[in-house]
């Protein structure tokens, strides 16, 4: 994931436009994008949305709230700068009889982060999300992109220590 | 596709990538040509082998030898033994007693495994998802040629309303009357949605049918649009499936390259455009309203209703919404016939249900079975058991918002109406299997963890309610309840089911409400006795039970 000084946030906002188109139906796509390439959604990417879809020739009415409105209902949108690895813990009830409940207590231990934080030396994000899709293959963490099946709190040293 | 003597098919899900398995495939692709094989032998990649513990899997046919897990360095024993010489390489085969439920045509073959009745993973893991030509070849695009060139809208709606088809998203809403309530509609501008926000818990049956039939839901949302006079839809794929978003919107554009979609599809005067639209992360988007809205460009927060999407759907438009797997049975009924389709299942809830069964089984994974079979069939047949020998306890449906099924309902036939008159539901096909280990209070706690993070906030009982329930049951799994706070649930879940604007409220009253109906003892027990009768709880009750949440 690069960090926001390394990429020019309006070139990345124009790009996403390009991609998805400026119409309404095109907005959470816009941001996703957006998302994904900065690891988060700084106030100044909202700002260079809003003014390119109510500019012509799409003459939209979104104001910076609505963006924020959204960005803070969906999971994978954040307006809070991320570490430099997301972990993903999955907290639901299929990954929980699984085992999923001793990995969370060693995933912390092993990070020391709180869920939602960051760690001081801003290495580690460590967030819980409700089901990844992956459920036969429980308990799933997910680093970044990367998704990890059946996890034991054994093989946590080593997975993380993957992640610099 | 050309004929070949012998087929490679090489698993390429997220989880094989990730062991190697482009690594394997790119091998196969060098040894085969290596000997000279090119010729004899078909090398593909398919989505998902069908089990998760021997990826990446190599299946080679006819002979149905499943290999793995295979590295790069097998790859030149497997051709030279199997391909070139014609023997098995017995160390590398998978185990046989291993094999899950969701390779059953494989395991048919070898007659010593329960065979499964697929109808909409006929083709998952058989055909390369990202060819057109494969998908052709297995039946693909008959049903839509069939529509479209000898039916009328009205008679495709007539198949399907006697073939009996129920929503598979949950509700078993039976598909046809929701067709012919859109086609019955006026207006030039009606839409049609595949809800693929597959976003309940233990739920994937609709990630695996995406990944490896991707054309059979472009052809049925096409039928579906013929249907009910729609000229453009969309696929709402969660945003976590970006396997699947990624094939879907190369199905589009390969079907559109053969003019099975786009303008005047198959020479006929039909049009259709169809979208593939990511989510973004929200479990209540998988409701039908807070989908539209998302898709509109807002937060998903469910409308009320009346009225409907029928008639007030996307942009205020007519809008068909069916699930994946609903969609996925379309086809194969306008081909075969309402009759066919009805030969299977029982006579309420015909057809085919997919399962996936999780939890302390044996073995994990998605199968697709008549509705009608029973949870302990499923266990002992598909689970192959429970883990460890340990004794079932309960099973909950349909992820979060499904029932908890008691040892003593495990013989109900899995069908809608049997469920609903042992009034459980069977929501999504999630089989989450749980053991005597398992602490009630405990499962409870996590789902109702699960609501309260979901719960869209958009109006009070839900909001208010789905957090005081988790609450308390926080509380009866520390030892500080008293026996008043089991009334506050009973009531908290009353108000959810009554006066919740959307469906995740009204089923959140579910878990709690399934607890203390069958499970009342156990609840009881950490607050009278102080003890977790399966030791999972850290109770640190002092003397006296602590300030109650009521």
């Known amino acids: ?164 | 596709m050309k004929f070949a003597r012998s087929m490679v098919l090489v698993s390429n899900d997220p989880e094989s990538l990730r062991r190697g398995a482009q690594q394997v495939y790119d091998r196969f692709a060098k040894e085969i040509a290596a000997h000279g094989l090119g010729e004899e032998v078909a090398l593909s990649q398919i989505s998902d082998a069908g089990r998760f513990d021997t990826l990446p899997m190599v299946i080679i046919y006819p002979e149905a030898a499943a290999y793995g897990p295979v590295t790069e360095n097998d790859v030149a024993r497997i051709v030279e033994e199997h391909l070139y010489k014609g023997r098995l390489v017995e160390d590398l085969l998978a185990p046989v007693r291993e094999l899950s439920g969701r390779i059953g045509w494989l395991k048919m073959r070898k007659g010593a495994m329960p065979a499964e009745k697929r109808i909409v993973l006929r083709r998952a893991g058989r055909i390369d998802p990202e060819s057109i030509e494969d998908y052709i070849a297995e039946e693909g695009f008959a049903a839509l040629a069939k529509a479209l060139t000898e039916l009328s809208p009205a008679q495709v709606i007539d198949v399907l309303e006697k073939s009996g088809l129920q929503g598979r998203g949950g509700a078993g809403f039976p598909a046809g009357r929701k067709w012919r309530f859109v086609a019955g509609t006026a207006g030039p501008k009606k839409y049609v949605v595949c809800n693929a926000d597959e976003s309940e818990p233990g739920t994937f049956k609709d990630r695996v049918i995406l990944e490896g039939d991707p054309y059979a839901i472009v052809e049925a949302l096409t039928i579906a649009a013929y249907s009910v006079g729609a000229d453009e839809g969309f696929i709402y794929v969660r945003g976590e499936y970006q396997l699947a978003q990624h094939r879907l919107e190369h199905a589009i554009e390969q079907a559109h390259a053969y003019g099975l979609l786009g303008k005047n599809i198959m020479g006929t005067n039909f049009s259709l455009e169809l979208h593939v639209h990511s989510g973004a992360g929200a479990y209540v988007c998988g409701e039908e309203t807070a989908l539209l809205e998302s898709i509109e460009g807002k937060r998903g927060e469910p409308r009320a209703r009346p009225p409907y999407p029928t008639t007030h759907g996307l942009w205020g438009k007519p809008t068909l919404v069916n699930n994946v797997e609903t969609l996925a049975n379309v086809p194969p009924i306008l081909v075969n016939g309402a009759e066919w389709y009805r030969q299977f299942g029982t006579p309420s809830s015909p057809g085919t249900k997919t399962y996936t069964i999780l939890g302390n089984v044996n073995f994990t994974g998605l199968i697709e079975v008549p509705m009608g079979i029973t949870l302990r069939e499923i266990i002992n047949i598909y689970g192959h058991g429970m883990k460890d020998d340990a004794t079932f306890k309960m099973a909950q449906t349909g992820g979060s918002s499904g029932s908890i099924i008691p040892a003593s309902l495990q013989d109900t036939p899995m069908d809608f109406e049997s469920f609903r008159k042992a009034g459980v539901s069977l929501g999504s096909g999630a089989l989450l299997v749980c053991d005597e280990r398992t602490c009630v209070v405990d499962l409870a706690k996590v789902l109702l963890n699960f609501f309260r993070t979901e719960c869209c906030g958009k109006c009070t009982p839900c909001r208010v309610g789905t957090e005081r329930s988790y609450l308390v049951f926080d509380q009866i799994s520390k030892g500080q309840a008293n026996l008043e706070d089991l009334d506050t649930l009973l009531k908290l879940a009353e108000q959810l089911e009554q006066v919740s604007n959307c469906g995740l409220g009204q089923t959140a009253a579910v878990p709690v409400r399934d607890t203390l109906k069958y499970f009342r003892a156990e609840v009881e027990a950490h607050i009278r006795l102080g003890v977790c009768p399966t030791g999972v709880c850290h109770l640190t009750r002092e003397s006296a039970p602590a300030h109650s949440m009521a």
Request: with cysteine; aromatic share 6%.
């Open chain 1, 1 to 164: 994931m690069l960090k926001t000084e390394e990429k020019d946030v309006i070139a990345v906002v124009e790009t996403a436009i390009q991609k998805h188109g400026s119409h309404a139906d095109a907005l959470i796509p816009i941001l996703l994008e957006i998302n994904h390439e900065l690891g988060y959604l700084p106030k100044e990417a909202f700002h260079a949305v809003r003014k390119r879809v109510n500019a012509p020739p799409d003459h939209m009415f979104i104001s910076d709230g609505r963006l924020y409105s959204l960005a803070t209902f969906y999971h994978m949108l954040s307006i809070d700068k991320p570490g430099r690895h997301v972990v993903q813990f999955c907290e639901s009830a299929p990954c929980h009889v699984q085992g999923g409940r001793e990995v969370w207590q060693a995933l912390q231990d092993e990070l020391q982060v709180h869920p939602g934080e960051t760690s001081p030396d801003g290495r580690w994000t460590l967030v819980t999300v409700s089901c990844l899709g992956a459920c036969g293959v429980g308990p799933v963490v997910v680093i970044d992109d990367e998704m990890f099946g059946n996890v034991t709190p054994e093989q946590l040293p080593d997975i993380l220590a993957k992640y610099e």
